[in-house]
């Protein structure tokens, strides 16, 4: 059975990265047919897609959020991971980590399978 | 973007009667050449993640009860759960994965009446 685990602080300071990780049990991340992906979610914002990766190491990004989000790949680790830079309170949300299937080109996807999620807190 | 909008935001309703949840797409998410919408819906409970119900518009995921069904096409959808049980209590979202950035509708709001 498919696990993922969001790991990563509770709390960053404004204008400095925020950085998680999303582990992979129960299956390989290298698979022809799923993207791996960020998404989070936020009083304000509702659910908001970041970002997916295959496992090549080919990532998109929402547009809103590109100039400062990178989202990497270890398949060694079976791990992707997310970067958030110059944060602000804005970014303060339940960060959730997911399989995306039923894909299409440019990362397109719909979460099959997601990690319980962790709150990241931007406050200094 | 693609907008996706629900209504009604929330929804309070008997034991036993009919839940409908509507989502409009500011596009189409219909792909022609293979005859799919691009439309996914999601269950949330407090606490926990989103999970899938309906994909493709109208099939079910496994495990999940046949009391739920999606229908509808292009820019028009719809949830119904057909006869409400209390464990359904929950927010519900619409999800299109027709076009980058994927986007989701604002989420419903079930109660039990």
């Known amino acids: 059975q498919l696990q993922l685990q969001e790991s990563g602080p509770g709390l960053v300071k404004p204008s400095e990265t925020l950085s998680l990780t999303c582990t992979v049990s129960g299956g390989s991340i290298n698979t022809d047919s799923s993207y791996w992906g960020w998404i989070r979610q936020s009083p304000g914002k509702g659910l908001e897609w970041i970002g997916s990766?295959?496992?090549?190491?080919?990532?998109y990004y929402n547009p809103s959020l590109r100039s400062r989000v990178t989202i990497s790949v270890d398949t060694s680790k079976n791990q992707f991971s997310l970067n958030l830079n110059s944060v602000t309170a804005a970014d303060t949300a339940m960060f959730y980590c997911?399989?995306?299937?039923?894909?299409?080109?440019?990362?397109?996807?719909?979460?099959?399978?997601w990690g319980q999620g962790t709150l990241v807190t931007v406050s200094s | 973007d693609i907008v996706m909008t629900q209504s009604p935001d929330s929804l309070a309703v008997s034991l036993g009667e009919r839940a409908t949840i509507n989502c409009r797409s500011s596009q189409s998410v219909l792909y022609s050449p293979n005859n799919k919408n691009y439309l996914a819906w999601y269950q949330q409970k407090p606490g926990q993640p989103p999970k899938l119900l309906i994909y493709w518009a109208s099939t079910r995921e496994s495990g999940v009860p046949d009391r739920f069904s999606g229908s509808g096409s292009a820019t028009d959808f719809t949830l119904t759960i057909s006869s409400l049980q209390a464990e359904d209590v929950a927010v519900y979202f619409c999800q299109q994965y027709s076009s980058a950035p994927l986007t989701f509708g604002g989420g419903t709001n079930v109660e039990i009446k």
């Open positions: 997911a399989r995306l299937c039923n894909t299409g080109t440019g990362g397109r996807g719909n979460p099959d399978c």
């Open positions: 990766i295959y496992y090549t190491g080919s990532a």
